[in-house]
Every structure is written in C-alpha cells, then in structure tokens.
C-alpha cells in the first residue's frame, strides 16, 4: 500500500470542525494529527465551518431539499425520521472522495451512510463512539424515535470493523449493546502536541491581578459542576485567590450574575479559540474540575487532559470519569463531588503549598506525551488497520 486514503465523517449537525466545544476540538485535532502522520485525510462534515479551513480537505455533504417543508414543520417524528432517511448526501460526498482505503466515522445518532458506503466498496469501517446519544437524546433533548435510534445504534455496533470508545465505561457499555468485544479499543481523547511545549502565559484579568489564579475551561452544562463552583468557592473566603471562568454553555447566564456580583473575586471570560487555551492553562495556578456525581461515567475529560498536558496543578472532583483516566502516576488534588467543605480542604491544602504542588505537576506532562496525544490515537488507529505510516510531525518534548 501507498499512502492509504480515509474518508473522515462526521454528520453530527451540532459538530462544527471549527468550533470552540470539546466535539470539535476532538473532530479537528485528530484529523490534523492524522494528516501530519501522512495520512491521506478527505473529511466529509455536514455543518459547514464558519471561516476558510486549511487543516484537511474538507467537503459538506448537503442534504436533500424537502418536497415540501410547509407540511408539520414542526413535528419532530417527522424531523427526525427526515434526518435518518436523508443519507444520499452523505453517500454522494463519499463517493466524491473515492476510491478509500478505509472510513472513519464519528458515531452520530442517524448516521448510516458511512457504514452504507464502506460495505458498498469492501473497504473497513472504524467507528469512533463517544457518548450512548440514543440515551443522551431522550434523557436531554426530548428524543421522540427512541426505539428507531437505538436499532441505528446496534447495526453501527454491530457491523463496524472497529469500535473505538473514548473510555473504559464506553466501552462496556457498546459491547452490552451488541459489539463483539474483540473489536472494541478504548480510545480516549488526546492533546495537540502545542500544549507539551512550555507557551507564553495568557496575561490574567485586570481584576485578578496579584492573586492566586484558579481557572477553569470548558463547557458550562450543568454536569460540569460550574454552578457548585461558584457556591464552593464563594464559600471558601479565599480572598487571595481568583477564579477565571472560561467558556460558554447553557450556565452562562449563572456565571455572568456571579461575576457581576464578585467582581473582584471572579472574571468570566466566555469562548476563545481553542488555540488560546494552552496560554490560559499556562497562567493558572491551578486548574480546576469541579463534575458533580451528576456527571455521566462514560466521557473522557478532554480539560482534564489538557491541564495534564500543559503541566499545571489540577484540583478535581474524585468522579469516574477522571479517575479512570488511569493515570495513577499523575499528580491530581481530589475532593469529593459535590461537597463545598472538601473543596475548601482541597482548595486550601494545594495554595497553602503552592511551589510543591507546581513541581509535582510537571511531571504529568511526560504522562500526557506518554498516554494521550492525537499523534498516538494515529498510531493505534493504523495499527488496528495494518497501515504503514511515516509520520511527518516533528518530535515534540515535553519542556
């Protein structure tokens, strides 16, 4: 073989290849990192990026026009059944792409056009499975077809060639639905090889200048735990410490009135470019993962990766999902989910001894160059497809 040929695809509308949240950082990095390892990258998306994108060629599968879209406009069996029938555009953007080596899906919650495809030309069909979202979409966004997602589910599970799950939980759970465990990696979640390099601090917000610097990045969902945060360390009477929020989500508003209420204490910062985040990890003296026991088990904390990446001390709720990173090794101040008192011990035991806690945390850069960069996501991905690749990135140490 050549140089092998994917097709990389992702019909998830809500996943832009250029946007801001984790889904998209996962989508985009992993490509790149593919592409950099001399992988012959042709993505196919269905939400169109916002600006020009250079990172891999890139095409957005159109869907079919609907007869006529004044009939139950609003009915939401009828969107969903029209989103699971409509493939053909999927299909034709793949065919553009042909002939492949092997396709790449991200699991979305009516896409069979991938897998349509690769059996069309006998080539493998890798599934990347990063939540249950037949579950996720009727627990959170009123799913109204349960059963209909759930049968696209198991024929993905069922008929990939590999299953790549994004953590020990998601794991377990594809093989209960069906998946022959011999087929199912644990695949988790990765840092751009930017984030193991010593960076320039991010200057910190005017109105926390001269204090200590807790940081938190990410979504702002209710399982992420911001708004335990806000009443956990409002309630510590740190004075000496501020927190710098960064992100957007559905808490924003939450976040704002704290802001405003606190201006001195805390600085909410909303989205960046996730080019940024490595510079804002850099300036924290702590970072922070505040998940509740709300928390589903089954993700992989993409944050949570980063800060172990960029070398900086990390203060954690003891949830699954971070504590079966499975990195034992790593240096990570626990406290118990959803208790304010044990977020004040922790908070207050890592800045009372803050030099220590920073010396201890550049060693978990060498544990996220070892475990979780996109460049060994490729390297277990060709391996699982038996492709010969040199890869074209640079060596990257770890500062």
């Known amino acids: 073989m050549g140089v092998p040929k994917l097709a990389y695809v992702c019909t998830d509308q809500g996943i832009a290849p250029d946007g801001a949240k984790g889904a998209s950082v996962h989508y985009r990095e992993m490509g790149q990192a593919l592409v950099e390892s001399g992988v012959d990258v042709e993505a196919v998306v269905r939400r169109a990026p916002r600006l020009p994108f250079d990172r891999f ?28 029938i409509d493939q053909s555009g999927v299909l034709r953007a793949l065919e553009r792409t042909a002939p492949v080596d092997a396709v790449y899906e991200r699991y979305s919650i009516t896409g069979l056009a991938g897998l349509a495809y690769a059996r069309r030309h006998h080539v493998p069909f890798v599934l990347e499975v990063n939540a249950p979202l037949w579950e996720e979409a009727h627990r959170y966004r009123s799913l109204s077809l349960v059963n209909l997602a759930h049968a696209v589910a198991t024929e993905l599970f069922t008929h990939a060639t590999h299953i790549l799950a994004v953590s020990e939980a998601m794991e377990r759970r594809v093989v209960a639905e069906g998946a022959d465990p011999s087929r199912v990696h ?190 060994r996501r490729v390297t277990q991905l060709c391996d699982l497809l038996d492709w010969q690749i040199a890869a074209t990135a640079k060596p990257v140490g770890v500062g």
Not at 72 to 79: C, K, L, N, Q, R
Not at 218 to 235: M, R
Not at 343 to 353: E, I, N, P, Y
């Open 57 to 84: 060629p890139l095409q957005v599968a159109n869907q079919t026009e609907r007869r006529d879209r004044r009939a139950m406009p609003h009915d939401p069996v009828a969107t969903e059944l029209e989103a699971l």
């Open 186 to 375: 644990v695949f988790p979640n990765g840092v751009n090889a930017r984030f193991l390099k010593a960076t320039q601090a991010a200057r910190a917000p005017q109105p926390l200048t001269g204090k200590k610097l807790l940081v938190f990045v990410g979504s702002l969902k209710p399982w992420h735990g911001v708004e335990f945060l806000l009443d956990a360390f409002l309630a510590a009477r740190s004075d000496d410490v501020g927190l710098w929020i960064v992100g957007d989500g559905p808490l924003r508003s939450a976040v704002e009135a704290a802001a405003r209420k606190h201006p001195n204490r805390i600085v909410y910062e909303g989205a960046v470019d996730h080019e940024d985040i490595p510079h804002i990890l850099q300036a924290a003296d702590a970072v922070v993962a505040p998940y509740t026991n709300e928390s589903p088990d089954y993700f992989c904390p993409l944050k949570v990766v980063e800060a172990l990446a960029t070398g900086v001390p990390i203060l954690a709720a003891r949830v699954p999902a971070v504590r079966d990173l499975g990195v034992d090794a790593a240096d990570i101040r626990w406290f118990k989910a959803d208790s304010v008192s044990d977020f004040d011990r922790a908070l207050r035991a890592l800045f009372s001894h803050l030099p220590q806690a920073r010396r201890a945390a550049r060693n978990n850069r060498a544990i996220a160059r070892d475990h979780f960069t996109w460049q």
